[in-house]
């Protein structure tokens, strides 16, 4: 019996190549949902996957609302006719017009946006205004990513200015701890707790001073089972979707299946212990050390010593490979490594037999 990644009409795929497996996308899904069944409080981030088609899978499931990085991920989500898209990113400069016509023209889906200091929020605010609108907006916390965001301790001001802003309303608050990354659970647990504690008192706080509820979204994939266990919180995992190495290493509490990967041909045999394939930094993210940026299935003796644009060169401790054999690779990090295709070769019962657009990597689609 084939390993399922074996592509049995491998001859009429060009490498590099991205592939995606649609049964192990949708299994991933399923995962998710047991995490957490109240499809209400999924709100799943594409960064990872920048496709209309894998989006559509998550709506068949139910989920309808998401969180995006970018303009162009925003008007994907419009495109396929998703009611809610949380650009989790504060606009600045030309982007706050840019969101302003994704507004005006998808009036169908709801888009929202981050905030965390006032300057922005009134130029948002002022520009809204002049549009005919009011906004949705999410205040950002620091809750110890130190990305983005403004500390919890300081929101409340924040949030009484914001109050004069007639262009923007404040729907909740928006607590990432992509800083969490630690292998024990317990361990990711405990800082986890922490962090989203001073959130939740930034939340009832502003609750009972103004007489109002808020939403809260937190976490990414490390910590959203910690957050699915909290009621009152919207989850936003995204790599979930796919899968890579470097999460299958570091959450083993989380049994998603590897979706997507990269296939690649040997196309030279420079030495008697090395082999070259077509993987360069143009095909796989390369922010990691070069041991730490692709495994291969069917190869996993295979070392990686050097890489450029176009080729990837790996030690072979028993030289027994051809040119032209093919490798199946698993990213250690799968969403940069989406952004650098075009497009993602569907493959189905060992066949490939259809190509779909990753096409939010783009900056602009229309808008």
Known sequence: MSDWYTIENID?????ALVVYPDRVKENIRILKSFVPDVNRLRPHVKTNKCAEVCKLMMDAGIYKFKCATIAEAEMLALIGAPDALLAYQPVGPKVSRLIELIQKFPSTVFSCLID???SATSLSEQAVKNGLRIPVYMDLNVGMNRTGILPEHS???FNKCGDLKGIEIKGLHAYDGHLRDSDLEIRRAKCDEGFNKAKVLKQEIEKQFGISLIMIAGGTPSFPIHAQRQ????????????DKG?????PEQPFLLAAL????VISKPGEDIITVDLGHKAIASENPITNRVYFLNAPDLQPVGQSEEHLVLKASVNSFSVGDVLYGVPHHICPTVALHETMAVVENHQVTDSWQVVSRKRKISV
């Open 12 to 16: 009429q795929l060009d490498t590099p």
């Open 117 to 119: 200091n006032i300057e």
């Open 156 to 158: 409340l001001e924040l």
């Open 232 to 243: 009152e919180v919207e989850c936003s995992p995204g790599t979930f979707i796919f899968w």
């Open 247 to 251: 999460y299958q290493k570091m959450l």
């Open 262 to 265: 990269v296939a690649t041909r």
